[in-house]
Every structure is written in structure tokens, then in C-alpha cells.
Antibody
């Protein structure tokens, strides 16, 4: 069965950096785009980033462009989110998700990892 | 500020039907497929509907999706207490080159 397990969240000061990881299993990882989606406390879902199956293409929300970098390691079935210049408004649960085979939708989600940006 | 607008809440008695609207524009719903997600309290979102009206395996046919022009609708029939959750629409926005989620709708079973 498809499993996505995020790690790397925690407390970081404004201006700091954090790297999130997502370990995938139960499917042929290199065949799928992957995404990160976040949810601030008590708020709705916000898409953060996509990466194509062999890292050719990456897409970012305007709110994180230039600060966050998505990457993947198909040999290790993992996707990453490097977050720099963190701000209080980046505080959220970050979900890793698999992008559907036929289009732009997230068909499997991890349990999420909490990132708190505070001094 | 999401580009997809949903009603904040809808409610109905057990066994009844609810519909949730998702309003967008030609740059998103009007020219791209819509998906719907269910988020039960304290859990990760779950895909309910993709490509406007298709259900992943395991999703009961009580859940249905449709689209007309720049609006999409999620329908839930035979409402159950276990359906109490937040529901989000989502689609690609061609102008923004970004995936966008709706504002979210809380479903309450009376």
C-alpha cells in the first residue's frame, strides 16, 4: 500500500532554515510527480510546490518562491523541501502528497509534519 | 486569498443530501479538471473526487462531483455522522501556474 512519511519539522527562529523529508513506499516512486501542501493552524490547505518525476520541472507558490526548494532522490524514494528565510507565516503542518497519474490532483497524502517559526 | 470560493459551512440531517459549490474562473475551473478532498478532524486530507467526477477506489458512490463552466459541485447523499469534515476543491490555475485549493467548507450533520 502507498505510504508517505514526513519528517524534519520542528521549531525554528524567523530567518532560519529547515529541511523536510518525505519517505515513500508502496509504489514506483520515479513514475510520479510529488507535491508539498501546507496548512496553517486553523486555516485551509495551501499548495506549496510540485516536482516532476525525474526532477525536470518544479513549480512553486508565489508565497514561497525564492525561499523554498523542492528536490527528490529517486534512488532513495524520497522527496525534500528545503525551506530558507523562514517567516512566522510559514508556520503550518506540511504534507507530502503523491500527484495522480492522470493529472493535477493529490491521490495519497502523508500524515504531515509541523513547522513552527517563532522567536 | 484563494481564487476558488466555497461556502464556509453547510449542514443537513442524517440521511439527507448536501451540495458544496466551488466557484472559480476560466483560468482554473473553466479549463482544468477539479478534484475534491475530505479532511476529517485531526487527519490528513483524502482524495474524494478527481477529474471533475471520478471516484478513487474505495470512495462510496454517495459522493459525486460535477462541473459546469467555471463552477464545480460536490454532492453527498445519505449523509452520515462520519461525513462531518472539512471539504476542499482544488485545480490547476493556468494563469498562476499554480495549484489552488478552495476556501474550504465545513459539513455538519445535525
Amino acid at each position: 500500500q502507498v505510504q508517505l512519511v514526513e519528517s524534519g519539522g520542528g521549531l525554528v527562529k524567523p530567518g532560519g532554515s529547515l529541511r523536510l523529508s518525505c519517505a515513500a513506499s508502496g509504489f514506483t516512486f520515479s513514475d510520479y510527480y510529488m507535491s508539498w501542501v501546507r496548512q496553517a493552524p486553523g486555516k485551509g490547505l495551501e499548495w506549496v510546490s510540485y516536482i516532476s518525476s525525474i526532477s525536470t520541472y518544479t513549480y512553486y507558490a508565489d508565497s514561497v518562491k525564492g525561499r523554498f526548494t523542492i528536490s527528490r532522490d529517486n534512488a532513495k524514494n524520497s522527496v525534500f523541501l528545503q525551506m530558507n528565510s523562514l517567516r512566522a507565516e510559514d508556520t503550518a503542518v506540511y504534507y507530502c502528497a503523491r500527484v495522480g497519474a492522470s493529472g493535477w490532483y493529490e491521490d495519497y497524502w502523508g500524515q504531515g509534519t509541523l513547522v513552527t517559526v517563532s522567536s | 486569498q484563494s481564487v476558488l470560493t466555497q461556502p464556509p459551512s453547510v449542514s443537513a440531517a442524517p440521511g439527507q443530501k448536501v451540495t458544496i459549490s466551488c466557484s472559480g474562473s476560466n483560468s482554473n475551473i473553466g479549463n482544468n479538471f477539479v478534484s475534491w478532498y475530505q479532511q476529517l478532524p485531526g487527519t490528513a486530507p483524502k482524495l474524494l473526487i478527481y477529474e471533475d467526477s471520478k471516484r478513487p477506489s474505495g470512495i462510496p458512490d454517495r459522493f459525486s462531483g460535477s462541473k459546469s463552466g467555471t463552477s464545480a459541485t460536490l454532492g453527498i447523499t445519505g449523509l452520515q455522522t462520519g461525513d462531518e469534515a472539512d471539504y476542499y476543491c482544488g485545480t490547476w490555475d493556468t494563469s498562476l501556474s499554480a495549484y489552488v485549493f478552495g476556501t474550504g467548507t465545513k459539513v455538519t450533520v445535525l
